[in-house]
Every structure is written in structure tokens, then in C-alpha cells.
């Protein structure tokens, strides 16, 4: 039975900037019947010829092995022995598009909030937002706090 029925989705690349903002969203557990789902998605790179299946299966696999050590390792880093409460969940997915898994979990999961950083690790110099915060803020379907790179811990 789940008495939580709210959830922040706390989308993730690692980088310091989404740790600031995982920080952001742990503070949000307050709000009555929420919980924490930390969501990193694993993109599938460009192949030079078209991957057999199972060759596409055995990188999807290592992708996910990788990306859950780097989560542990990030969860970790934020909070030590310290753990919230209630525990964050974890997801990690494997898709084309960082921002289009985001936005099918929005409809998929019914999220109540999105939590994240302004810029990942793949931005370019100079923009405002992330290309993935931009369309994430565009076209999700609940309401997203976007937080900024140089906010203060």
C-alpha cells in the first residue's frame, strides 16, 4: 500500500549543478504524501552501422550497470550516511532523448513536480538553460523548478 502519492522527480547527470538541485529537492519532502524519484537516463550513443540485437543488448546492460554505480557514488556524495526520509526511489532509463524520457515519465509516472538543474554536464558555454532544462520547461505537463547553476549550498 502506498500512502506517498506525490512524486518529485529529480531528473540527473551527475553533475554538481543536479546535486544542488537534488539538495533543492530533498527540502521539497516536506510537502504532505511526497516522494523522491531520482531519474537518470542512459542515451544511446550514435553506432556507425546498425548494431545487431545483441550487441544493443549488451551495451544497454553495461550502460545501466555503469549508471547505477555513478548513482550510488552521487547519492553518496550528497548525502553521505544521511539519508532522507522517506528514501529516495531510483529509475534509470535507456532512450534517444534525455528530455523525452523526462517527458513520458511526466505523463507515465503523473508527476507532481520536476527538480533540476539549469546546466548538465553537456552544455554550452554561454546559454542560459540547458538544452534539456529548456525543453523540459517547455513541454512538461506539471510544473518545473529549474535551479540555478550558481546558486550557494
Known amino acids: ?5 506525490k512524486i518529485i522527480l529529480h531528473p540527473t547527470d551527475f553533475s554538481e549543478n543536479a546535486a544542488k538541485a537534488l539538495r533543492v529537492a530533498v527540502d521539497l519532502l516536506h510537502i504532505p504524501k511526497t516522494r523522491l524519484m531520482i531519474y537518470h537516463v542512459c542515451e544511446h550513443p550514435i553506432f556507425s552501422k546498425q548494431p545487431s540485437t ?3 543488448t549488451v551495451w544497454q546492460n553495461e550502460a545501466i550497470l555503469q549508471a547505477s554505480a555513478k548513482m550510488d557514488t552521487y ?3 550528497c548525502f553521505g550516511s544521511e539519508l ?3 528514501l529516495p526511489e531510483r529509475e534509470i532509463m535507456v532512450n ?3 528530455y523525452k524520457s523526462v517527458l513520458d515519465a511526466v505523463v507515465r509516472m503523473d508527476l507532481y513536480m520536476i527538480v533540476m ?3 548538465g554536464t553537456s552544455t554550452v ?6 538544452s534539456n532544462s529548456r525543453h523540459i520547461l517547455e513541454k512538461s505537463k506539471c510544473p518545473v523548478l529549474i ?3 550558481d546558486m550557494e549550498d
Do not use: C, N, W, Y
Open 1 to 5: 500500500m502506498r500512502f506517498h502519492t
Open 84 to 86: 532522507p526520509t522517506p
Open 54 to 56: 545483441e550487441d544493443l
Open 75 to 77: 547519492i553518496a556524495s
Open 147 to 149: 535551479v540555478p547553476a
Open 96 to 98: 534517444t532523448s534525455t
Open 125 to 130: 558555454k554561454g546559454l542560459t538553460l540547458g
Open 117 to 119: 538543474g539549469q546546466k
